[in-house]
């Protein structure tokens, strides 16, 4: 059992990185279309931050009330 351990944290590492991936993509392709809209520079970059403020994980946990010491906000 506690020799599964290692194999599931690099899974969980490497699942975390595709996510982090593929979110950043999204955050790529969600002001280029804010861009071609034709909202000013300002609006765009305060919506975008939203949107990258939204898939944070230490958003999530902050907001569920985790304290993690090595995740200082």
Same mark, same amino acid.
């Given at each position: 059992?506690?020799?599964?351990?290692?194999?599931?944290?690099?899974?969980? *590492?490497?699942?975390?990185?595709?996510?982090?991936?593929?979110?950043?993509? *999204?955050?790529? %392709?969600?002001?280029?279309?804010?861009?071609?809209?034709?909202?000013?520079?300002?609006? %765009?970059? =305060?919506? %975008?931050?939203?949107?990258? =403020?939204? =898939?944070?994980?230490?958003?999530?946990?902050?907001?569920? *009330?985790?304290?993690?010491?090595?995740?200082?906000?």
């Amino acid at each position: 059992m506690i020799a599964a351990v290692p194999f599931l944290v690099f899974r969980l *590492g490497v699942a975390f990185l595709h996510v982090k991936a593929k979110r950043r993509r *999204g955050v790529r %392709v969600f002001k280029r279309q804010l861009r071609g809209s034709g909202l000013t520079r300002e609006q %765009v970059n =305060g919506l %975008v931050a939203d949107y990258e =403020g939204m =898939g944070r994980v230490r958003t999530y946990l902050r907001d569920a *009330g985790v304290d993690v010491p090595f995740l200082r906000f």
